[in-house]
């Protein structure tokens, strides 16, 4: 799952986890993301990497709400907002 949301307060600052290596799909570059992270998922697409080296990412996980299954991926911050990023 992909998504770049707008955050009504600072809530990414407050999260510490380092970021890990993920996989990220080739797909991952959406048409619709703001130019920076579009070519943040672009320039990484189809590979494992740690984006913490490249941005101000972080570690995330949360569950599926319907099931409550876990499910990893990590956050980036940038002046446009976040973005999502979940192996689902």
Known sequence: MVAELKPENDWFNSIREPMEETFIVPEAARPWLTHYFRDLMGKNR???????????CRRFATT???SGRPVRGFICDSAQGILLYLRV
Not at 47 to 54: E, R, V, W, Y
Request: aromatic fraction near 0%; proline fraction near 0%; hydrophobic fraction near 30%.
């Open 64 to 66: 599926v709400r319907k």
């Open 46 to 56: 189809n590979s494992t990497t740690d984006l913490a080296n490249q941005a101000d």
